[in-house]
């Protein structure tokens, strides 16, 4: 199965900041990476698909980049909503696979 | 706007069955497929595997020994059932939609907390 390896795990920022997490794969998989934002008790809800396709109704603050094996999800101008777990996924195998996630905390 | 519900028991005994059901209302699933996807602390999301309105399943080899997938009639109910299940299968269960050619799931239901205790 292809690993993906989320980074850092956890990180601390301010409202107004502009974050980047990392999403590296195991193997290349092209452009097959989504992101999903997940708060607590709620299903993961889906942000980017496609490495840089914004999902219809995020917010343009969001954006995603990347091919191969790095990626990374920028949010910038973050907003008190924005805190939460952010997870990356690869579709290129049949076996499909998530990162462990990075949680973004208020600083 | 498709909607996905799961029920079923919180509470399954150790070598026990796990049996989950997936409501989906709102739209038809017609190009679509449905996955299930678990989320444990010790594990984290997994991909379990997915079922097309054909009825034909894909399922993850991690699981593929002990896991059936289904779909009823009105391709509106689906169904998940994991055997012999043991303390690490705890875990909130997911059935998510993805579009066939596409790897990606939206939406999500709420999920449903399975716990496996004696």
């Known amino acids: 199965d292809i690993q993906m390896t989320q980074s850092p795990s956890s990180l601390s920022a301010s409202v107004g900041d502009r974050v980047t997490f990392t999403c590296r794969a195991s193997?290349?998989?092209?452009?097959?990476l989504n992101w999903y934002q997940q708060k607590p008790g709620k299903a993961p809800k889906l942000l980017i698909e496609?490495?840089?396709s914004l999902q219809s109704g995020v917010p343009s603050r969001f954006s995603g980049s990347g091919s191969g094996t790095d990626f990374t999800l920028t949010i910038n101008s973050l907003q008190p909503e924005d805190f939460a777990t952010y997870y990356c996924?690869?579709?290129?195998?049949?076996?499909?696979?998530f990162g462990q996630g990075t949680r973004l905390d208020i600083k | 706007q498709v909607l996905l519900q799961e029920s079923g028991p919180r509470l399954v005994k150790p070598s026990e069955t796990l049996s989950l059901s997936c409501s989906v209302s709102?739209?038809?699933?017609?190009?679509?497929?449905l996955s299930w996807i678990r989320q444990s602390a010790g594990k984290g999301l997994e991909w379990i595997g997915r079922?097309?309105?054909?009825?034909?399943?894909t399922y993850n080899p991690s699981f593929s020994s002990r896991v059936t997938m289904s779909i009823d009639t009105s391709k509106t109910q689906f169904s998940l059932r994991l055997k012999s299940v043991i303390d690490a299968d705890t875990a909130v269960y997911f059935c998510?939609?993805?579009?066939?050619?596409?790897?990606?799931?939206?939406?999500w239901g709420q999920g449903s907390l399975v716990i496996v205790s004696s």
């Open positions: 996924q690869q579709s290129h195998t049949t076996v499909i696979t």
């Open positions: 998510a939609r993805g579009p066939m050619g596409a790897g990606w799931f939206d939406p």
């Open positions: 079922i097309y309105t054909s009825g034909t399943p």
């Open positions: 496609a490495a840089s």
């Open positions: 193997q290349n998989i092209n452009t097959f």
């Open positions: 709102g739209a038809s699933l017609s190009g679509f497929y």
